[in-house]
């Protein structure tokens, strides 16, 4: 990952572990779970009060929506929330992030909803929790 902007309290490790991950696993998991046809942008690091986020989105998929792409302006897959953290079992970072569906309507106003929970470490991998499956 290359764009980074590093906040002066934040840990070197968490920017260090969040630029080696390798997101084309989650981004064909979310592909796949919404049968989306799409590319994702550069996943972007931020730090802010010494925590460390990784944002990404999708291209717009508004003309794949079916029946709603007669009513949708924009939509998109993204990371609505998220973050890197240390896993309380192993000690090692990991990654948290919701993912969700972004979409502006053409008539005005805008609302989104989570599609699945991801998380990530270098010794599990990612595991993923689809909205809908049965816990």
């Known amino acids: ?68 792409a007669a009513i949708l302006e924009r939509c998109s897959l993204h990371s609505f929330s998220n973050g890197v953290y240390t896993d309380k079992e192993t000690h090692e970072p990991a990654y948290w992030v919701s993912v969700s569906i972004q979409y502006e309507h053409k008539d005005g106003g805008s609302n989104g909803m989570n599609i699945c929970r991801a998380s990530y470490t270098e010794l599990g991998g990612w595991v993923f929790r689809d909205a809908g499956a049965k816990r």
């Open 1 to 68: 990952m290359k764009n980074v902007t590093i906040d002066s309290d934040t840990t070197g490790d968490y920017v260090a572990f969040a630029q080696n991950i390798d997101f084309t696993e989650l981004f064909d998991h979310i592909k796949a779970f919404t049968k989306a046809d799409c590319a994702f942008h550069q996943p972007e690091i931020t730090t802010s009060r010494g925590e460390v986020h990784i944002n990404f989105i999708s291209d717009d998929i508004a003309a794949q929506t079916g029946p709603f």
